[in-house]
């Protein structure tokens, strides 16, 4: 008997480009109205499978949420049991640290916890063929969750692969929002030293219903041609964006940037995201709730080495993106804005450290 159960749990999800959805928008009110792609009805009913069957760490139901006052709309949710029961992270030691086979890693898991194996159906000539060969993408669940739909997306697991930003991951990251239809999904990236918890290549999606700032932040051209911006607003980081027809390329700078800051033992978090298109100036209100493309952000920052410490306000992929799980019902009810600036600031690189690396990043990405 098939330990996948029932015809809404593929074993496989097959897709092409022809599968990407560009019309998609944030109604006014966050709600989230376009119809559910197919990519959407599978994550979203295998999850809740898998849940129901009892197959996370604790049961997760709506969480108590609240917007803090304040321009910069932080979503700030309470979710006690991850900070109880999640599994202890691993201990990182540097950015460029090798995998360990005798470590947990996502070939230990169990097999019920994977929703699917999503392969690429490229065009290759005459022949229909598979994207190269890591075309292997297993999606799973978090068993720790923090949103509803909270999974792993782990490209060709069997090939031990450290947490360090791959073309073709990235390229998977930014492909599922484009299979997508729900402005609320997300997709994000830890690097080692920036509070990844393994150390096996894998991003983290899952969906928000809520609108973040980070969706229409106004941006500063630094290499347009490779759609190369720097955020305008805190937190300090950089931002590319794409819409279907330009992901590999778009994905190639993306890379060139990650590969430069590994190069430097610059830790880093990513977060991808609909988005609409960038703009130094905040927009009108048909482009500003227009999410037909996708907006990538790379955030460097200080490292942080060693086991985490589960009681510390850990910032990392989702927090920089403006959005705050808290695991202490005492802080997520009296931090205020400001509060949650300090705590990311310090996490952050110096200002006069940011701006080298602009300059270095902007150079080369123009020397490339």
Aim: with cysteine.
């Amino acid at each position: 008997m098939s330990k996948y159960e029932g015809p809404t749990m593929p074993l496989q999800f097959v897709y092409r480009n022809q599968d990407f959805v560009a019309d998609v928008h944030r109604s006014s009110g966050n709600r989230l109205g376009s119809a559910a792609t197919k990519f959407d009805t599978t994550v979203q009913a295998g999850w809740t499978d898998r849940m129901n069957r009892g197959l996370f760490r604790y049961h997760l139901g709506d969480l108590q949420t609240r917007i803090l006052p304040g321009p910069h709309g932080f979503v700030a949710q309470l979710n006690i049991e991850r900070g109880i029961e999640r599994r202890k992270p691993q201990e990182i030691l540097s950015i460029q640290q090798e995998f360990n086979g005798k470590q947990f890693n996502f070939n230990k898991i169990n097999p019920e916890e994977i929703i699917v194996e999503m392969i690429k159906e490229v065009e290759d000539g005459k022949e229909k063929g598979t994207l190269h060969e890591l075309c292997r993408t297993v999606v799973l669940v978090n068993v720790s969750p923090l949103e509803f739909g909270h999974c792993l997306l782990v490209p060709d697991p069997s090939s031990c692969f450290p947490q360090v930003m791959t073309s073709f991951a990235m390229q998977v990251g930014i492909e599922c929002m484009l299979l997508s239809s729900n402005p609320g999904f997300r997709v994000g990236f830890n690097s080692l030293g920036a509070f990844a918890s393994v150390n096996h290549l894998h991003l983290h999606g899952y969906y928000l219903d809520h609108e973040l700032k980070i969706e229409s932040m106004p941006v500063k051209p630094l290499v347009p041609q490779k759609s190369f911006y720097r955020l305008l607003d805190f937190p300090a980081g950089f931002l590319f964006y794409t819409e279907s027809e330009r992901v590999e390329k778009v994905v190639e700078a993306i890379c060139q940037v990650t590969d430069f800051l590994v190069d430097r033992n610059i830790a880093h978090n990513v977060f991808v995201t609909r988005g609409c298109p960038p703009c130094s100036r905040t927009q009108d209100e048909k482009d500003h709730c227009s999410r037909k493309g996708v907006r990538i952000a790379v955030w460097p920052r200080t490292a942080c080495f060693g086991a985490k410490e589960e009681s510390a306000f850990n910032v990392a992929l989702c927090e920089l993106a403006g959005h705050l799980p808290f695991k202490n019902k005492k802080d997520y009810e009296l931090i205020s804005e400001k509060d949650v600036m300090d705590v990311i600031q310090r996490y952050l690189l110096p200002d006069s450290e940011f701006h080298t690396l602009e300059q270095q990043l902007t150079r080369h990405l123009m020397d490339l």
